[in-house]
């Protein structure tokens, strides 16, 4: 007869969410186990968040030459990139902050395992030939790019963001497949490292965003920098000298192509169809934001592979969230984080809240900045960009944002806070803002909402602007 091992608790995935379920679950037992498939690292710190930002980085300082002749200093447009060298310091870079997070498993010894987990029921699961009974199981394995079979006929010419790391270097034609976050982020910072971009996507929409306004800003900017064609969708074909890039009325011959459109949770053959749950077409449990749970099941989703929201922080929450939950009596409901969504483009794309699209039509008043006047951000030669806050008709109450302006990443941290503390557009108009500094382009969109509001005279959250962008 096989001999079945017994634990409190499996955690499947040693991903941000795995991690972060690990750190509870260490709080209540040792027995337990780790089970990951692939690379140890996370995501985030091997192929996600930070190789992407190093590499976004390098294009914005090379590409800030092009506004120092504006500053007064000459010589800018000699400077020239070592793409080699960028490439070796993401490289660099990325290995340090893996190495960080690996450290998280290595003291664990067999709790450890290397492996594909495959559910054999509630309760129930193997890897390779060792088969476990655990009282609850935490699902967190992540995800993968999402990669259309026909496309990986041309090999090492297509990339995605789990491989373009690994490059020594980048050719001078590229085209990027999506327009979605991770998409604008690619297209702009290589278009800024010099590499000829054309960026296709299905639709207009540009990272999430659904504010026509701001959306359209964000377009004047991508415009100048890298072609974009949002005909339709794209499809590959061999030619002379490349890879061909067809949509609608453009084509296009590059050197390489990054998909990014979309990652896909690695659930495929992970057997929850063994839970005896009945699963969606996209062949996705019941599951609950708030406990992370599956059905009335002990067993937990968290991470990306929930297809929830694919950001560390929600990840994290999750992870913390199945940690807890499980091993407990019963489970409990926790309240979720104010969504909030960063893209690190130039100006920074942010969302927070209610987006302009999740918001009934009549129930919300809108306030909006210009930044091409904001006194700092012109200073800085940052002026460009638009933010927009919407508010209830009914109280004022913040709703949420989208913008596309400078320092959008710090903004829309102050943004989070308001709204889940519950401030309305004159609680946020008492606080100070300091001159000069990019948020009293924040303060101009308030004003331009509390314009909807009865104000009080004796409040200085009625002091009005000066009309003068020096004290502005």
Request: proline share 5%; glycine share 10%; net charge negative.
């Amino acid at each position: 007869m096989k001999n079945i091992e017994t634990v409190d608790i499996a955690i499947v995935g040693a991903g941000s969410a795995g991690l972060a379920a690990l750190r509870q679950v260490r709080k209540r037992t040792e027995s337990f186990v780790i089970i990951n498939d692939g690379a140890y690292g996370t995501t985030c710190a091997r192929v996600g968040c930070m190789p992407s930002k190093a590499l976004i980085e390098a294009a914005h300082a090379f590409h800030a030459r092009k506004r120092l002749d504006t500053f007064g200093i000459r010589g800018g447009e000699a400077l020239s990139v070592d793409l080699p060298a960028v490439m070796a310091r993401v490289r660099a870079l990325r290995d340090f902050f893996v190495a960080g997070v690996v450290k998280a498993t290595d003291a664990l010894d067999e709790r450890s395992i290397a492996g594909r987990a495959r559910l054999l029921g509630p309760g129930h699961l193997a890897v390779g030939e060792r088969e476990f009974r655990a009282r609850h199981i935490i699902l967190a394995p992540g995800s993968h790019p999402i990669v259309p079979e026909p496309w990986r006929a041309f090999g090492d010419r297509v990339q995605t963001s789990d491989s373009i790391f690994e490059l020594d270097t980048l050719p001078p034609r590229m085209a990027v497949i999506g327009l979605g976050a991770l998409g604008i982020e690619f297209a702009q910072a290589l278009a800024q490292l010099g590499i000829e971009v054309t960026a296709f996507g299905r639709g207009t929409r540009l990272a999430g965003l659904t504010d026509d306004k701001v959306n359209a800003a964000m377009r004047a900017v991508l415009d100048q920098e890298l072609t974009l064609c949002t005909d339709g969708d794209a499809e590959l074909s061999e030619a002379d000298g490349g890879i061909a890039v067809s949509a609608g009325n453009t084509r296009v011959v590059v050197d390489k192509v990054l998909v990014a459109i979309g990652r896909r949770p690695n659930l495929q053959g992970i057997g929850l169809e063994s839970l005896g749950v009945e699963l969606d077409a996209r062949g996705m449990p019941p599951w609950d934001p708030t406990t992370t749970r599956i059905g009335d099941l002990d067993v937990f989703l968290a991470g990306d592979a929930n297809d929830h929201a694919a950001l560390l922080h929600e990840a994290a929450d999750e992870g913390y969230i199945a940690g807890f939950n499980a091993g407990a009596d019963e489970p409990t409901c926790f309240t979720r984080r104010t969504p909030i969504g960063i893209v690190f483009a130039e100006p920074g794309i942010a969302t927070v809240g209610q987006r302009h699209a999740d918001i009934a039509p009549g129930t919300a008043f809108e306030g909006e900045v210009d930044f091409s006047h904001q006194g700092r951000s012109r200073v800085a030669q940052r002026n460009v960009g638009l933010l927009r806050i919407y508010a209830a008709r009914d109280g004022g109450k913040l709703l949420g944002a989208e913008m596309c302006a400078p320092a959008a990443e710090h903004m829309v941290h102050l943004l989070a806070l308001a709204i889940d503390q519950g401030l309305g557009v004159q609680d946020l108009l008492r606080l100070p803002f300091y001159h000069p500094v990019i948020e009293e382009g924040l303060r101009t969109a308030l004003r331009d909402l509390a314009r909807h509001y009865p104000t009080d005279p004796s409040d200085l959250a009625s002091c009005p602007s000066s009309k003068a962008e020096a004290l502005s």
